[in-house]
């Protein structure tokens, strides 16, 4: 990873602002323990919050985007997301986070491993949807 500069990325100052915003904590919140954040209502999510911060609403571009910055998945079942320096009052820390730069040669890898991901998150976004339809679960 190449740190570009020591500014911010306005992704990720908008991303913690949607976090840290007490009133849409129904929807994003940061976890119990302040070190990840959890998206707890995808619909409102999506149809909500992500044209609010970022003038789309393709959770896909999203998850793109924390993956750039180096964001983990931390649990399998939920859309919880972690970063060392992304963390519930400190702010401070954004400044930290850079993205991943790749080599020439494994950009192509890169691109097939994220796609393949990106279809197994999709099918899972899809799967929660059909259950908050369903009224299952």
């Known amino acids: 990873m190449v740190k570009a500069s020591q500014s911010t990325a306005p992704f990720l100052t908008k991303c913690y602002e ?3 915003d007490e009133v849409t904590d129904s929807i ?3 976890s119990q323990y302040n070190g990840s954040f959890i998206i707890w209502d995808m619909t409102e999510f999506t149809g909500h919050l992500l044209p609010k911060y970022f003038k789309h ?3 896909s571009s999203f998850i793109r985007q924390l993956n750039i910055y180096g ?3 931390v649990d399998t079942d939920h859309w919880e997301f972690a970063n060392d320096g992304f963390i519930k009052g400190r702010k401070d820390l ?3 986070i850079a993205r991943w730069k790749y080599s020439q040669g494994s950009e192509q890898q890169n691109n097939e491993n994220f796609e393949l991901w990106m279809e197994v998150e999709n099918l899972k976004t899809a799967k929660i949807t059909l259950t908050q339809e369903l009224g299952i679960g």
């Open 18 to 20: 949607m976090v840290d």
């Open 28 to 30: 994003i919140s940061w």
């Open 57 to 59: 609403s393709n959770f």
């Open 71 to 73: 964001f983990r998945k």
């Open 94 to 96: 954004l400044k930290n």
